[in-house]
């Protein structure tokens, strides 16, 4: 079995490798399956991400969605040092600046803050997932940290974890860790993919 490191070289690889045009396609595919599906048809607050390094382009369901009056989110770092995310409301005024991972992100206004907890559904970059829900990420823990609430309940609440790939990007078997938490479904071009979690407990 290949080591995570090996498998993020190899994804990562191919995931960069896609041209324009398929993205663009491929975007609009998983656009369709998240604005036809009941999670995000009953959602009031729905937190995404900002595409980088060749992942999954978010930005055709972000709109879709707020052209349906739902509130959209995106990540933020944590000023602190618990090296977890914070969520900000995104509007058409937003302004962003690179983060000191030199990704883009909304320039926080205390106003526009979101606690993880009052979010209904989260949708999450990776980098690899399985058909049990396991998250392969890149590295870093924040979204383990960010929701580790989720782990310490009896029953599955608020927020529905979904992470966003090419269907190229599932893997046989990821070994999970103690601090992972799972995802309750995987969105690709190919559909949206919810998990039982039941066997978990």
Known sequence: MASRTELRREIRTRRKALGEAEREHLADCVARHLLASQSIITARRIAGYIAVNGELDLEPFLLGAMARDKSVYLPVLSPLSDQRLWFMAWH???R???NRFGIPEPVVHKRDLIRPIQLDVVLTPLVGFDDRGNRLG?????YDRTFAFRRLRRHWHRPLL???AYGFQQVETLESEAWD???DGV???DGLTLFDHRHRR
């Open 181 to 183: 938490v799972p995802l």
């Open 187 to 189: 969105v690709t071009e």
């Open 96 to 98: 962003f600046a690179p």
């Open 92 to 94: 058409a005024e937003t």
């Open 138 to 142: 890149m590295g870093g823990g924040f």
């Open 162 to 164: 979904i992470g966003c």
